[in-house]
């Protein structure tokens, strides 16, 4: 129903706590190497084939835009952040407290000098990428943790359970890492910070570099392993290091030998282990710290070298907002994707480890035949369920209203439709408090599968399950099935000829309000002294055809019922008399036709709550009152400006959070729970305290007034486009 939205590696760090310069774009060759130019300057150094890249940009100045806010002054009201201050200032005061000991050596001109550095470090631009060895390291990780499953279950169908389980997933893991010793290494990556100040840092690294190699000294197995090393024309400390510096003597290795599927796998793995490598390096590039970290210098020696990330055309969507100022960048290759976050790769290892324990299951050799193609074919029709990953780009930056990210996802998304305005933004009641609308293709093909494998899990229960009832059991069941059978043709012929073809527009919304009141929801409750707002969740379809959606519903209530009074002849089924659904009052409206389903008044709920069903031509709406149903029947546009955009152009999904309003709603509820949690006088002064504080955390959370997001193809990706909106206290 609602698009996919891969994250990108690093998604949405620091997005509220960074903040970048102005990037212009100009039309011609000449300007877009402008552009690029004025990109991030980590983008310049990036290699173009690079596995992931996250940059953050200004911590220093959006630190102090957070310091300097009216949000802050705030949130040092309250208690429990004074009292955390002022234990902080009293241990920090304790001379003889490891904070005390911290704060005495900062507080000299080397930990000055230190402090200064690491605020330069996070001050303009922090970025991390790493090479194709990233993904490899994931692949493996994926493949270790599915074969750690497949050893699991394979220990549970053989009947085996608990420490046996636990062995039989450390041999698949053993027996796969031995298998592939040869894919064990240390990714390459490289962590980099931009400085004002290089020269403070090239003094600390000198510092850092006699610190290193006092210890080395103390160490003949890293005798020669620190040098100073020229890398690409620049100059780093570089400390090689490998798997024969740990003590595998000392090593219960052994131990580890017992938990083989097969001899060998052990050593295998320890002989590849012995020569993993991995190289640290730091030092400085210009203007830039970097710390690389790997299995060789590689990606170091490839930074701006050739062209770099920011010539991919995957960044090409950061030159539409080259005028604004950047909080971040995320970008992930389709490789990577795939490795992290590939639904459809998951299932293909799901099938497979299904097929490996069916092979070692006590069954007949046809039966599992039968099972192994049963799966294979079920994961293929669960496949085209969901999106195949491509490349992913993040970016946000400040704008007026607060933050603004664009996500762009190079995907295969065939199930979202994003051809036309979404309609139901018209639907929503105006204002409500979260709405989510999105349209996907409707394709009975998918019914048609469900159907398919219900039948086929039937089957498989006729053929193994039924027989092996005790002969009682047996008979009730049978006599279950022949009188339900009828009705789940009756129910599949209306889902087929009149649900799918009433609703072909392929348009939800899940709507979340609170326009109502009440003092006593239910009378279990005691009466509020003021009115408390009500939540009233809704779902609200686009309608194709409004007679066949209502002769569905009428078609499926007629089920029901007779489903019920089918288990009622079935001996002691227990199926009370009064367990039906009643016919529903028609509520007179302009709006639409309504039906309203009147709660029993012994029942103790507020009359004001009646599930309902509304209908006009063009829109059905089920929510929980009759205001609410009538509410959204009638076209009102959406008061949200982006929202009220997305009617006017093609789109896949629309989102709006009024976290504000939100917080209003909540409030009242709060407060009422104080007054009933505190009936005497002394006990509810101590909880007014606490809910003041609470008060306080609320109004915090409301310098979020609203989150939208609008979500739409263009040049082949699948672009989220989410807005916060944030206003600070007092402003």
């Known amino acids: 129903m609602f698009p996919y939205n891969g994250s990108c590696f690093w998604r949405s760090m620091l997005v509220i706590f960074a903040t970048a310069f102005l990037v212009c774009p100009q039309p011609g060759k000449l300007a877009a190497a402008a552009e690029a130019a004025k990109l991030p300057g980590s983008l310049q150094l990036v290699p173009h084939d690079a596995a992931f890249y996250g940059g953050f940009y200004r911590g220093k100045q959006l630190l102090q835009a957070v310091l300097n806010s009216g949000a802050f002054e705030k949130a040092k009201e309250l208690g429990f952040v004074q009292e955390a201050v002022d234990a902080f200032k009293q241990a920090s005061a304790d001379a003889d407290s490891p904070l005390g000991k911290l704060n005495a050596m900062l507080a000299g001109e080397d930990g000055r000098k230190l402090l200064d550095l690491l605020g330069d470090m996070l001050s303009q631009e922090v970025f991390i990428l790493g090479d194709q060895s990233v993904t490899d390291v994931f692949r493996l990780i994926d493949q270790l943790n599915w074969a750690s499953q497949t050893g699991t279950f394979k220990s549970l169908v053989s009947g085996r359970a608990g420490p046996e389980a636990n062995l039989a997933a450390t041999q698949e893991m053993l027996s796969l890492a031995a298998a592939n010793a040869h894919r064990l290494k240390v990714p390459n990556l490289i962590i980099g910070f931009k400085l004002r100040d290089p020269a403070a840092a090239k003094e600390q690294l000198a510092t850092l570099e006699k610190l290193v190699q006092q210890f080395i000294e103390q160490e003949p197995k890293l005798q020669n392993r620190l040098k100073r090393m020229k890398v690409a024309g620049h100059e780093y400390l570089v400390l090689s290091l490998d798997g024969e510096l740990i003590a595998w003597e000392e090593l219960p290795i052994e131990q580890f030998r017992l938990l083989e599927a097969r001899d060998g796998d052990v050593d295998k793995l320890v002989a590849a282990l012995k020569k993993v490598k991995a190289v640290i390096a730091m030092g400085l590039r210009d203007e830039y710290l970097l710390v690389s970290v790997g299995s060789s210098l590689d990606l170091l020696k490839q930074l701006g070298q050739g062209k770099t990330l920011a010539d991919r055309p995957e960044l090409k969507p950061l030159a539409k907002h080259a005028d604004k100022q950047l909080v971040m960048v995320n970008y992930a290759t389709q490789e990577l994707m795939a490795a992290t976050e590939d639904t459809r790769a998951g299932l293909d290892e799901l099938a497979k480890m299904i097929k490996d324990v069916l092979a070692e299951a006590e069954l007949e050799p046809k039966l599992k035949d039968r099972l192994s193609a049963d799966v294979g074919a079920l994961i293929d029709d669960l496949k085209t369920l969901f999106p195949a990953v491509g490349a992913t780009l993040q970016f946000a930056f400040l704008s007026d209203e607060g933050i603004e990210n664009y996500t762009y ?290 109004e915090l959370l409301k310098t979020v007034r609203t989150i939208t997001n609008v979500s739409y193809f263009q040049d082949g990706a699948l672009v989220s486009h989410t807005v916060i909106e944030i206003k600070d206290i007092g402003r």
Request: net charge neutral; proline share 8%; glycine share 6%.
């Open 409 to 698: 996802n190079w995907g295969d998304y065939p199930r979202i439709d994003g051809s036309k305005p979404l309609g139901l933004l018209q639907h929503l009641g105006g204002s409500p408090l979260v709405a989510l609308v999105g349209r996907e293709r409707n394709d009975v093909r998918d019914y048609d599968a469900l159907v398919k494998w219900l039948k086929t899990a039937y089957g498989y229960f006729e053929e193994f399950a039924l027989p092996a009832m005790e002969p009682p059991d047996r008979k009730q069941a049978e006599l279950v099935i022949a009188g339900l059978k009828p009705l789940a043709a009756r129910a599949d012929k209306a889902t087929r000829e009149l649900l799918y073809p009433a609703l072909a527009e392929g348009q939800t919304a899940l709507v979340l309000d609170a326009k109502q009141t009440s003092k006593q929801l239910h009378t279990a409750m005691p009466e509020a002294t003021k009115p408390l707002p009500v939540f009233e969740p809704a779902v609200v379809v686009a309608v194709s055809d409004a007679n066949k959606l209502q002769h569905a519903l009428r078609e499926y209530r007629a089920v029901l019922n007779d489903g019920f009074e089918v288990l009622r002849k079935i001996e002691d089924a227990q199926v009370p008399d009064w367990l039906k659904i009643p016919a529903p009052e028609v509520v007179p409206s302009s709006a639409g036709k309504i039906f309203a389903y009147r709660l029993p008044k012994d029942w103790g709920v507020d009359e004001k709550i009646a599930p309902s069903f509304g209908l006009t031509e063009k829109v059905g709406v089920f929510a929980t009152s009759v205001q609410h149903t009538e509410r959204l029947l009638r076209p009102t546009p959406p008061k949200h400006g982006r929202l009220l955009e997305a009617t006017k152009r093609p789109a896949a999904a629309a989102l709006l959070v009024d976290v504000a309003g939100l917080v209003d709603a909540v409030s009242p509820w709060l407060d009422y729970l104080v007054e009933q949690s505190a009936p005497q006088e002394a006990d509810r002064l101590k909880l007014l305290f606490i809910t003041s504080q609470m008060h306080t955390i609320l």
